[in-house]
């Protein structure tokens, strides 16, 4: 190969290696898990939308090392990068989603209802107690020998029993609060650690399996 020949072979090179770095950084990236229910609601509106996302799973959510968790410091998931810019926090996601990809915001993630975000703030806060539960017993821990995790299951419970009073906010429509109450409802009876005999957030849940991007991301 002569000269000519060599700095046209490492300019195509050069080339080939930009538009793949081009495409890369054009691609979205989520870190999650495919059982975690936070990064489940991001996921039902990623698939809503069919939005090219590399999905990345970080395996062991008790995992200690950070790099693991791409760029966020807390060491949870998700997390969603888009043109190299962090966003944490399963609902800011969802918020960023709609923002960049559902002017219409069909599915009423930017609403101020503040019944639907205290629905919403109930869901998180049982689903976080639960995560707690389950660390704790994957570390050997005997929930049932300390008060603290009795409190625990009691939030659980009464988060439960706030959402079934009123499940009449859980709209027949798909929505947000609807996808929301399906990740948090699926990873509980997945996990099996809280009864749930709630007949009306078993109906709601019920009657949004038929939509497949739903479905989908459901937790095996």
């Not at 990623?46 to 410091?73: C, K, R, S, T, Y």
């Not at 704790?136 to 995790?149: H, K, L, Q, W």
């Not at 499940?167 to 990740?183: D, G, K, W």
């Amino acid at each position: 190969m002569n000269s000519a020949q060599n700095k046209h072979c490492q300019r195509a090179r050069k080339k080939h290696i930009l538009n793949r770095k081009i495409k890369f950084e054009k691609v979205m990236k989520l870190y999650y898990t495919p059982r975690s229910h936070f990064s489940r609601k991001v996921r039902i509106l990623i698939d809503a939308f069919n939005l090219d996302v590399d999905l990345v799973d970080i395996g062991n959510v008790a995992e200690q090392f950070i790099g693991v968790f791409g760029p966020n410091p807390l060491m949870k998931v998700p997390t969603l990068i888009d043109k190299g810019v962090p966003v944490f926090d399963s609902d800011y996601i969802a918020q960023y989603l709609v923002q960049q990809f559902d002017s219409s915001d069909r599915f009423q993630v930017l609403t101020n209802d503040a019944k639907v975000l205290n629905a919403r703030a109930v869901m998180n806060g049982v689903m976080s107690a639960e995560v707690e539960l389950i660390l704790a017993e994957r570390s050997g821990i005997a929930t049932d020998a300390y008060p603290r995790f009795d409190k625990i299951r009691g939030s659980i419970s009464n988060g439960l029993d706030w959402l079934e009073s009123r499940a009449e906010m859980f709209p027949n429509q798909p929505t947000y609060l609807r996808f929301h109450l399906n990740s948090m409802w699926d990873h509980l009876a997945l996990y099996g650690l809280v009864s749930l005999d709630y007949p009306k957030l078993y109906d709601s849940v019920e009657r949004l399996r038929t939509l497949t991007y739903v479905e989908k991301s459901a937790p095996r």
